[in-house]
């Protein structure tokens, strides 16, 4: 009975908001001229976080980030994988797909705390595309010896 109150999906799903921290800078007019995944290029981006968000790059260090950002011009109607119809969106990367929230993650070129800037290598995001958040990744996180919960 507990399994089916925890997994049962809610009667009633709040709308969700979700403001962008800023933008992201990339040679690539849109994501299909961009590589299919980032790191394995070398192409440069710029990360500039609005001014309201310069402080959370406070004590950032890293050689590595994650960019969490919106794919605001892709299809969000797709379902399947247009090269392989056999395939869903879910199965996927593509950034068509119904919420088109994508994770890339790139080399830290260098970083501007005071311009609240990151220049990046191995970016795949589409130029002027809207940043939602910025992560260490999984394995940095994992070796901290500090709490990340507030």
Not at 93 to 105: F, I, L, Y
Not at 123 to 145: C, E, F, N, T
């Amino acid at each position: 009975m507990i399994a089916a109150t925890l997994f049962s999906p809610p009667r009633h799903r709040p709308g969700m908001e979700c403001d962008p921290i800023g933008t992201v800078y990339t040679p690539y007019e849109t994501t299909s001229e961009a590589p299919r995944q980032g790191f394995h290029e070398d192409a440069e981006g710029v990360v500039e976080l609005d001014p309201a968000y310069h402080d959370g790059l406070t004590g950032f260090d890293g050689d590595r980030v994650v960019v969490v950002w919106w794919a605001d011009r892709a299809d969000r109607s797709v379902l399947t994988l247009d090269r392989n119809p056999a395939r869903g969106v879910f199965t996927s990367r593509s950034p068509a797909r119904p919420n088109p929230v994508c994770v890339t993650e790139c080399r830290v070129l260098s970083v501007d705390h005071e311009a609240g800037r990151l220049r990046l290598g191995g970016v795949d995001m589409a130029d002027g595309s809207p940043v939602i958040d910025l992560k260490v990744p999984v394995d940095v996180q994992r070796g901290s010896d500090e709490s990340d919960s507030t």
